[in-house]
């Protein structure tokens, strides 16, 4: 049980907490002053390197205790939905006019 709400914190914390840290690291610095597209970016790319941090942190956390992020093994035992097997050439043709 207490792997699966460790599992269920970490997913939901790059949701929720990733923004976040990526909005405060942006509110640290002078951005009231700067134009409002300049701000938008700035915000944009702190949160991608807040949530990018997070997988890293809970890749590492991952390797060291694989039941405490569960998900993360999870995703990657997914398999395509279709799995086609191609051994002899294809031929493709057009289809008939009437």
């Not at 909005?23 to 002053?33: E, I, R, T």
């Not at 949530?51 to 995703?75: C, D, H, K, Q």
């Amino acid at each position: 049980m207490l792997d699966s709400a460790l599992t269920l914190i970490t997913l939901a914390s790059l949701f929720i907490i990733g923004p976040a840290v990526g909005y405060a690291v942006v509110s640290c610095l002078n951005w009231q002053n700067w134009a409002v597209p300049i701000q938008h970016l700035a915000v944009g790319i702190c949160t991608m390197v807040a949530v990018s941090g997070m997988i890293l942190a809970y890749g590492l956390l991952w390797e060291r205790s694989p039941t405490s992020v569960a998900w993360y093994g999870w995703i990657q035992e997914l398999q395509p939905a279709v799995k086609l097997r191609q051994t002899t050439p294809m031929e493709v043709r057009q289809p008939m006019k009437k």
